[in-house]
C-alpha cells in the first residue's frame, strides 16, 4: 500500500524546489503519493524558513496542529525539514517531542531511509549534515509539473552576508557538474518544459565542473541550456551583484532565450549601511552594473530585495535608499523587509536603537514608491504585443489562462486550456497593480485564436 504524503512549505524558491524534490524521492522508493490534505496523510512533512522571526515562529505552532492529528489516528509520522531544522537539529525533538523526523535541505534524499528505520522501531530520526552535491546524485530524475520548471544549479552560500542565516543553514557554495544540469535539463524538455529557472542562493557564482577539467561560469552554463532542444527561456535566481561576471552581461546580449527579467537584491542604497551588512558593494558599482546590463539589454525588468532598519540605519540611510530607488527604477518590483535580527549572524550583535514603528513607516514608503514604478511599468506596456508563455488557468478566473512575459509580468486572458505549455502572442489590453489583462492575437504552432472561439 502507498504511504500518503502532505507536504507544506516556507520561504524561498529554493524551499519550492526542494519539495518537488522530496516528491519525487519519496514516490520512487518509498512508495508514497502526494495528497492535498493533513487529514489525509500518513507522513506530514514541514519545510520550513528561518531566513526571518515571523517563518520561524510559525513552525511550532503549526507542529502543534499536526500534533492533534498525529494522537488522533496511529501510524501518522511528522517530518521537519529546511532551514529552521538545519539550525535547530536535536532542539526541534526537545520543543517538540512528538516529531519522527529531522532532515536539512542537504538530506532530504536520505527521506526514505529515515522513514524506514523510524517506522522499523527505531527512535526519531535526526540528520542534518551537509553532504552537499551527494544529494543531486540520489535523487531521481524530476518529473515536470507544467511548462516552466526550476533547476537547481548550486547549493548553499558563502557570502555571509553579515545579516543572514542562509550560509549556516545551507552551507557553503558547491555547483553541479554542467553534464548533469544539463541532463535535467533535456529531461525536462522531453517531459513538454519550455522555460527553465536555474536556482541558487547565489547563483551567479556558480562554477560548475566541466568533463574536461575546466569550470564554466554562470554566462556559458546558460548558453549550454540554450542550446537544448524545446527550452525557448530561461531565467536565474537569485544573483549577487558583487560577483556579477561580464561573462554574465554578454549572456543578456548574446542569448536570445535568456528572459528579459534580472533579480538583482541591492539591499540598501546606503554605503554605510552596506558595509554594516557585509555586502561587498557600494552602491555606485551596482548602479554601474545595472547600467551595463541594460546597455547590453535594453528591455530588461530589474527586480530588488530591499531590508529596511538594519542597525545603523538611521533617516539619513533611509532617504539614501529612496534616492537610489528613484534613480535606479525597479519597475520588476521589490521584495523588501524589515530587519530581522537572527541568531547566530554576525548583525544580530549589533545595537539597534531605532523604534519599530519607525520602521514600519520607512518601509510603507518604500513599498509606495517601489509600487508607483511598478504600475508605471505595467501601464506602458498597454498596447504593445508580448511573447507569452501560457502556464495554466488564471488563478483569479479559472476559465481563462494565465501567462508570463519575458519581464516576468502574469498576463490573464481569454483562450483554449489546450493552448498550455505553448507560446502565445498577446496584446496587452489593462493594467492592474499586480497582473496585466490582453487577448490572444496568435498561439505557437499556427493555431488562430478565431479557430478556438476566442480573440476578438
Ligand atoms: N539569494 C537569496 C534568494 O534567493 O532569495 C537571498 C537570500 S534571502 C533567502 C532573501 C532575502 O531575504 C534577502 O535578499 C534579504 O533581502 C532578505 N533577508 C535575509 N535575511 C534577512 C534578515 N535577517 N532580515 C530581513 N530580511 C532578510
Ligand atoms: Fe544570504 Fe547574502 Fe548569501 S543574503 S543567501 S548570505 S548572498
Known sequence: MSTAVYIESQGCQMNDYDVGRMVDVLASQAHCRRVERPEDADLLLLNTCSVREKAQEKVFSQLGRWRRLKEARSGV??????????????????????????????????????????????????????????????????????????????????????????????????????????????????????????????VNAYAGPLSDGDSAD?????????????????????????EFGSGLVEAF????????FLHLPVQSGSDLILKLMKRGHDVATYEALI?????????????????????????AEFEETMEMIDRVGFDGGAFSFIYSPRPGTPAADLADPVPAATKSAWLQRLQARILEQQRAAGEALVGTRQWVLIDGPSRRDPRELSGRTSGNRTVNFAGDPSWVGRFAEVEIAAAMAHSLRGRVVAVEGGVEPSAAGVGG
Open 253 to 260: 546580449r548574446e542569448v536570445p532565450q535568456l528572459a528579459d
Open 77 to 202: 509520522l511528522i517530518g521537519v525539514g529546511g532551514c529552521v531544522a538545519s539550525q535547530e537539529g536535536d532542539e526541534i525533538l526537545r520543543r517538540a517531542p512528538f516529531v519522527d523526523l529531522v532532515f536539512g535541505p542537504q538530506t532530504l534524499h536520505r527521506l526514505p531511509e529515515m522513514v524506514a528505520r523510524r517506522r522499523g522501531g527505531g527512535g526519531p530520526q535526526v540528520d542534518v549534515s551537509f553532504p552537499e552535491i551527494e544529494k543531486f546524485d540520489h535523487l531521481p530524475m524530476p518529473r515536470a509539473e507544467g511548462p516552466s520548471a526550476y533547476v537547481s544549479v548550486m547549493e548553499g552560500c558563502s557570502k555571509y552576508c553579515s545579516f543572514c542565516v542562509v550560509p549556516y543553514t545551507r552551507g557553503e557554495e558547491i555547483s553541479r557538474p554542467v553534464d548533469d544540469v544539463l541532463s535535467e535539463v533535456r529531461a525536462l524538455a522531453e517531459q513538454g518544459v519550455r522555460e527553465v529557472n536555474l536556482l541558487g542562493q547565489n
Open 218 to 242: 554562470l554566462g556559458l552554463l546558460i548558453e549550454a541550456v540554450a542550446g537544448v532542444p524545446g527550452i525557448d527561456r530561461i531565467r536565474f535566481t537569485t544573483s549577487h551583484p558583487a
Open 291 to 315: 547600467e551595463e546590463i541594460r546597455a547590453a539589454r535594453p528591455s530588461v525588468v530589474l527586480a530588488t530585495d530591499l531590508i529596511v532598519g538594519f542597525p545603523g540605519e538611521s533617516e
